[in-house]
Nanobody
Framework: QVQLVESGGGLVQPGGSLRLYCAAS????????MGWYRQAPGKQRELVAT???????NYADSVKGRFTISRDNAKSTVDLQMNILKPEDTAVYYC??????????WGQGTQVTVSS
C-alpha cells in the first residue's frame, strides 16, 4: 500500500506561479512512476506530467514550457512547479503513482484556481 499526501494548491492570478507537493509513504520503494493529473469541472481527469524513477519526464502539450515536474527518490516526493498559470489551468490536481506491479494510487487532490 502507498499513501499520498498533497499540498500547495491555492488561488493565484493569471501569469502567476504555484508549486505542488506530494509525499508518498508506505511501500514507497515499490513506486516506479510518479505524476500529476488534473480534473476541471465537467471534464475528464487528464495527465499533466509524469516522471519515472530514472528521471524520464512526460508532459501534456498544454503545460510544456510552463510546468516542471521533479522528484526525490530518497524522500519519495514529487513536485510540480507551475509557472505562467492560465485560467484554463484551474482544476483539482491529483498526485498519482504507478508501482512496478502496475498498481495505481491517487492522492486526495488539491485545488488550483487561476483567476483575477
Amino acid at each position: 500500500q502507498v499513501q499520498l499526501v498533497e499540498s500547495g494548491g491555492g488561488l493565484v492570478q493569471p501569469g502567476g506561479s504555484l508549486r505542488l507537493y506530494c509525499a508518498a509513504s508506505g511501500s514507497s520503494m515499490s513506486i516506479n512512476r510518479m505524476g500529476w493529473y488534473r480534473q476541471a469541472p465537467g471534464k475528464q481527469r487528464e495527465l499533466v506530467a509524469t516522471i519515472t524513477r530514472g528521471g524520464t519526464t512526460n508532459y501534456a502539450d498544454s503545460v510544456k514550457g510552463r510546468f516542471t515536474i521533479s522528484r526525490d527518490n530518497a524522500k519519495s516526493t514529487v513536485d510540480l512547479q507551475m509557472n505562467i498559470l492560465k485560467p484554463e489551468d484551474t482544476a483539482v490536481y491529483y498526485c498519482n503513482v504507478l508501482t512496478w506491479t502496475l498498481t495505481t494510487y491517487w492522492g486526495q487532490g488539491t485545488q488550483v484556481t487561476v483567476s483575477s
